[in-house]
């Protein structure tokens, strides 16, 4: 596993985050704790969590791994803030009283005394975005996050962060997560170009599509039973299209000449663009995971990468790719 550096910033990550979205969900405990101890044999160090995965589950997963693993030192941990976590008026959002109330609780479930990684899921129309990032500057200063991201963003949301964060000195994002992959490219614009000129690293999440380019999903067949596609119907409006489909017919008979499965040909596709940093994969199983993660052996050309089914550059399947999502 090789470790780059995340953003500007000093702190290096291996190439490959892994996801917890199906910790305390699709994945039991017992399954979990296997994919995190297979994830650091092969000298991964960095788990990405959210404390509204499983309203919190994730997090206390990940919280009795890392205790009872005695890991925390050699992982990053990052988590998230934004989602509702309770029925009151304040039990969401990013205003400075949730981010207060949300980073304590985070730190509970997780068992540790700071965050590495302390990310906005999303954009807070309700909140100014000073009062959001003078919250955050404020958790550095007392040493319960180490270094902020955000998640989800526009470029232009991007932008303001960061240029309030320069206008008073506060610490800025080192990090955003958006979606990416073959049959979503719409980061490609204004995203990309703005984390390469402002040294912004790129965690990117949804590599497999919601598993679409694993091929598991088939015209005119019943979506399997438990599927992200199946259980989730944003997955489904945001790629289950006729488009897709086709692409993704494609994508499968181009691995199968690569004598690789489709995962791996997708997570190699994201590797392949040089302006990200790592990407994020998930499981509901081990087996899941080994197959994805040997997508790292597959090395793309620009013009081998330019010859895999997908969207042309800059487009994307099914709606508006929104920013008001789950993961």
């Not at 960095?46 to 994730?58: E, M, P």
């Not at 803030?81 to 990013?94: E, R, T, W």
């Not at 490609?188 to 390469?196: A, R, V």
Request: charged content about 25%; some cysteine.
């Amino acid at each position: 596993m090789d470790y780059v550096r995340l953003g500007c910033s000093g702190l290096k990550v291996s190439r490959i985050c892994l996801g917890t979205m199906t910790f305390g969900r699709e994945a039991d405990e017992a399954t979990s704790f296997k994919i995190m101890d297979r994830y650091v044999e092969l000298g991964g160090n960095f788990l990405d969590t959210a404390d509204v995965y499983s309203t919190g589950k994730s997090e206390e997963v990940v919280g009795r791994w890392l205790k009872q693993r005695d890991l925390r030192d050699d992982i990053v941990l990052a988590t998230k803030v934004y989602g509702a976590m309770g029925k009151g008026p304040n039990d969401q959002g990013l205003s400075r009283l949730h981010i207060q109330h949300a980073v304590e609780a985070s730190l509970r479930r997780l068992q540790t005394k700071a965050i590495d990684l302390y990310q906005i899921h999303r954009w807070d129309p309700n909140t100014p975005p000073e009062e959001t990032l003078q919250a955050l500057n404020d958790l550095i200063r007392q040493t319960r996050v180490q270094c902020i991201g955000c998640s989800n963003l526009t470029a232009w949301q991007l932008s303001k962060y960061l240029h309030i964060s320069d206008q008073h000195h506060w610490s800025r994002f080192i990090s955003i997560q958006p979606v990416y992959n073959a049959l979503n490219r719409s980061i490609e614009t204004e995203i990309l170009p703005l984390c390469q000129d402002q040294g912004i690293g790129v965690i990117i999440y949804n590599p497999l599509a919601g598993g679409m380019l694993t091929g598991k999903y088939r015209r005119g067949e019943k979506l399997p039973s438990g599927a992200r596609l199946e259980a989730f119907k944003m997955y489904h409006t945001r790629y289950f299209t006729d488009e897709a489909l086709s692409i993704v017919e494609r994508f499968v008979e181009t691995a199968k000449k690569k004598t690789c499965t489709p995962a791996q040909l997708a997570l190699a596709w994201i590797l392949s663009e040089p302006r990200v940093t790592c990407p994020i994969i998930g499981a509901r199983n081990l087996e899941q995971f080994n197959d994805t993660i040997k997508g790292l052996e597959i090395t793309l050309s620009p013009e081998e990468r330019a010859a895999v089914p997908a969207v042309p550059s800059s487009r994307w399947i099914g709606k508006d790719p929104v920013y008001d999502r789950e993961d």
